[in-house]
């Protein structure tokens, strides 16, 4: 089939290559314009415009997809099927009916679990156990479409939205283009999903990032760990922010530790403790404002923690 890929962060990568590698032919692909970023602010393309630069294939970068330039490039192109993974963008009904198989998504939940933004993310910061990715075939609503393809994934304990997202992105790729097979066979047949089992997964925000430490340690620890790399978990100590990486559960002798309150602090020179509203986590790494990520124990010795003191607001 000839497709138009749509995706923009490395992300779509796993796909996109192996939709290149495949029988199908990946006339174009559609991403976001190019972003400012790194301390110059310069514009930089997005991975899947580079990828497609380097495989010398033709790249669109609307800055809406309702543009009517870009509408009407995809009509000369007359794409069979437009597969997208994170494109980051809604597409207008008019853009949706080009594909005579329509726009397929690779969503990185088993639907209609986790519909939005940010599956992989809430997932873990719920403690679902498994999770997966799911082909459809987008409409106007939210991730409702009709369902071509599934596959799951056990979520492991120490997993962090990235290493999950990372996993998820190779194995949904596989998928992905099984997809592109059946439609071109005839073989699949889209299924409506189901009415039960339907949860959100709004994006997280900087603020939603924020580590509430009166919820019991795993709750603690699955908040950062949805929360790496992006957007970051963070608290405050001593009125400064201070970036939180996956902390440890149970990494310690709870009989020789003081009774700690919720966000309670207490440094050894091995490690760092901090009480939550059920038992105590250890932390792992941490970022001081300004500074790269070290080892909890470091920064503890020096800023001199003291008995008493708190991460994020004291509670008692």
């Not at 995809?74 to 853009?95: H, N, S, T």
């Not at 620890?221 to 978990?233: E, F, K, L, M, N």
Request: with cysteine.
């Amino acid at each position: 089939m000839r497709l138009v890929f749509a995706g923009t962060p490395e992300t779509a990568l796993p796909s996109l290559e192996a939709l290149l590698a495949s029988e199908h032919e990946v006339v174009a692909v559609l991403t976001r314009p190019d972003a400012r970023s790194g301390r110059g602010r310069t514009l930089h393309p997005s991975p899947v415009k580079a990828l497609a630069l380097e495989r010398g294939i033709e790249v669109l970068t609307p800055v809406s997809p309702r543009s009517a330039d870009v509408q009407a490039r995809l009509r000369e192109i007359a794409p069979d099927a437009c597969p997208v993974v994170a494109y980051g963008a809604l597409l207008p009904p008019e853009v949706l009916d080009i594909p005579g198989h329509g726009w397929v998504n690779l969503h990185f939940s088993v639907l209609p679990a986790w519909r939005g933004a940010a599956p992989v993310q809430r997932a873990i910061m719920a403690g679902d156990e498994t999770t997966g990715a799911t082909t459809f075939v987008i409409e106007e609503g939210l991730d409702t479409g009709p369902v071509l393809g599934l596959m799951t994934e056990t979520i492991r304990p120490d997993d962090t939205a990235g290493s999950l997202l990372h996993r998820l992105s190779h194995a949904g790729a596989g998928l992905l283009v099984a997809t592109m097979d059946g439609l071109a066979s005839g073989d699949l047949t889209a299924v409506p999903q189901p009415s039960e089992g339907v949860s959100h997964a709004a994006k997280l925000t900087t603020a939603d990032a924020q580590v509430a430490w009166n919820t019991p340690a795993y709750a603690v620890s699955r908040h950062v760990r949805g929360c790496t790399p992006a957007p970051g978990a963070w608290t405050t100590f001593r009125g400064e922010r201070l970036g939180v990486e996956p902390v440890l559960l149970g990494a310690g002798d709870a009989q020789a530790l003081p009774d700690l309150a919720a966000g309670e602090v207490h440094a050894t020179k091995q490690a760092v403790h901090v009480g939550t509203s059920s038992g105590f986590v250890t932390l792992g790494q941490v970022r001081p404002p300004g500074k790269k990520a070290m080892a909890a124990a470091d920064w503890a010795r020096g800023v001199r923690i003291t008995d008493g003191e708190h991460l994020g607001a004291p509670l008692r």
